[in-house]
């Protein structure tokens, strides 16, 4: 990990807002302050969600902000072969497993328990298919999950959060790694990717911590390089919640992209960058709150 390589990795499910160019600024400049390289990934593996047009346009409006990868852009969907051989791996090493459970039969699962799921949280997969309790009992498969069963609590630090601790055995379960409808799942597509584009540092928003222990294990399973984890504050709306694409966050004004990118270094907590130009000026008061 001695030569920096960071990445940015936008979902094509719209437009970037001004939440989206704050991770965009954050992870430029940390690449820009360690001298490294700044890619930018496309990450359209769900595709149901996705817009066309939606990657053409961010990447213009990065542009627009001089925000503009060094190799070319990687698009997630062009990678499907790729994955594939790392979900044969966990499987033959026994750490993946199909699953023949639909969301209704979780929820059942669930109930029968005595579970109930928190509001907002996905349900717990509760392990119904896993080969030490039957495996699929005649069901077709319809999903491939990632074993969590007797992992211990995974624990990292991360750059800006500091020390981070999750059970994710008993907080999130048997994850999927292969979708019931046959698309890739994030988790270990973006494992794969990052390790492939030799990504070391990963600079992103604060609302993907939670993903971190998941990505760490499948790290591990995989015999892949964990990054350094930096999750930047995150921009919220005027209800308190986090500014997205799914709350109806409006498309980024780039009339005066100078400005914009004075706005996202202020987020960052880089006040000082509003008198100088942005992103330059903000380097060295990067550099100096997030060290490496």
């Known amino acids: ?12 499910t ?26 930018v990934r496309i990450e359209d593996v769900d595709t149901p969600r996705c817009v066309p047009g939606a990657d053409a346009l961010i990447l213009q409006q990065l542009a627009t902000c001089g925000l503009v990868s060094d190799e070319p852009v990687r698009w997630q969907s062009d990678q499907g072969t790729r994955y594939r051989p790392s979900l044969d791996h ?4 026994g750490r993946a497993y199909p699953c023949g459970c639909s969301r209704r039969d979780i929820e059942t699962a669930l109930q029968a ?31 491939w999950r990632f074993d969590v069963a007797g992992e211990p609590p ?9 020390p981070q601790v999750q059970d994710v055995a008993a907080e999130v379960g048997d994850f999927v790694l292969l979708r019931a409808d046959g ?19 990963v600079v992103r928003g604060e609302d993907l911590a939670d993903n971190t222990a998941r990505q760490i294990l ?18 919220l709306g005027a209800n308190g919640e ?4 799914q709350n109806g966050a409006q498309a980024l004004d780039l009339a005066d992209p100078l400005a914009a990118l004075r706005q996202a270094a202020a987020a960052l907590g880089l006040p000082d960058a509003r008198e100088s130009h942005v992103p330059a000026a903000a380097l060295a008061l990067w550099t100096a709150a997030w060290p490496t």
């Open 90 to 93: 966990l499987a033959g090493t």
């Open 14 to 39: 719209g437009p970037l807002h001004a939440g989206s160019l704050v991770a965009a600024l954050a992870s430029w400049l940390d690449a820009r302050a360690h001298g490294g390289t700044w890619l």
């Open 113 to 143: 328990q005595g579970v109930a799921r928190e509001r907002h949280h996905a349900a717990i997969y509760p392990g119904t298919c896993r080969p030490d309790r039957g495996g699929l009992q005649g069901k077709p498969a319809r999903a």
């Open 1 to 12: 990990m001695a030569t920096y390589r960071g990445r940015f990795a936008p979902s094509p």
């Open 242 to 245: 986090k500014l997205s694409k």
């Open 183 to 201: 698309l890739w799942a994030y988790q270990l597509a973006v494992v794969v990717d990052d390790a492939d584009q030799g990504i070391t540092h």
């Open 218 to 235: 499948l790290q591990r399973a995989l015999g892949l390089p964990t990054p350094h984890y930096l999750h930047a504050p995150l921009v």
């Open 154 to 162: 995974v624990h990292w630090t991360d750059r800006r959060l500091g």
